[in-house]
């Protein structure tokens, strides 16, 4: 008998065969591999691009930049929503800016950074811009719902701070922390990229996505685009794993 887990494995694993199945019929229906080339087209054009010079130097290129970014975005995020969380006036003072990054398109950024900046690390400033006012946000929700009375309760019993931590802040920010995680990982990669496509910075993903859109090279284009989907969720499964981890080795101290 199939347990839960394994039942959705299967559901998602049939789910992304009919998606595969329609994308074939539909390539084959519009009968041209220029305007929709098919899943198979797509999958040998990644084979041999795995196997040409530079693909792992312009894969790393991205992969590091948007990294960088989204841990740059993560611990300022996380250290100014401690700020914000203790001091109001820092909430007050930052909430325009918060505001104004996550309501200014990212092309705007990407345009004002290239007036500024080398193309070069277009994709970290732009992932860092998109993943700190989500880290900031949710954080800040999250030491917001912290129960007061429990709070409270600590001071009259005394208990240290990292009791504290384990047993009051922690479950409280814990969801927040991972939810905040779950959604900026996506948009730094969409972000990161897109950034790239505009500026495209030598042996960057972007760059060959920009070529392949040049050349109306779609086979390029989609094997480049699967590429990006892969990593963008491998990196976001390793790094919620490992923050899971992380978070529970606290808990169980």
Known sequence: MLDSKNKRIIAKASAVLLALLVWQTASIVVGSELLLVSPIGVLKRLFTLVGETGFFATVGFTLSRIAIGFFAGLLIGTLLALLAGRFQIVEILLWPYMITVKSVPVASFVVIALIWFSASGLSTLISFLM??????????????????????????????????????????????????????????????????LIGYPEGSMGEALYYSKLFLNTADLFAWTVVIVLLSVCFEKLFLFALKRVLKGVESI
């Not at 989500?134 to 409270?152: P, R």
């Not at 701070?161 to 900026?184: E, Y």
Request: aromatic share 10%; hydrophobic share 50%; with cysteine.
């Open 131 to 196: 993943v700190l006012p989500i880290i900031y946000t949710n954080l800040l929700d999250g030491i917001k719902s912290v129960d007061k009375k429990m709070l409270q309760m600590a001071d009259v019993f005394k208990m240290p701070h990292f009791r504290r931590l384990r047993f009051i802040w922690l479950p409280s920010v814990k969801p927040f922390l991972l939810s905040g995680c779950k959604i900026s990982l996506g948009l730094a990669w969409k972000s990161g990229v897109a950034a790239e």
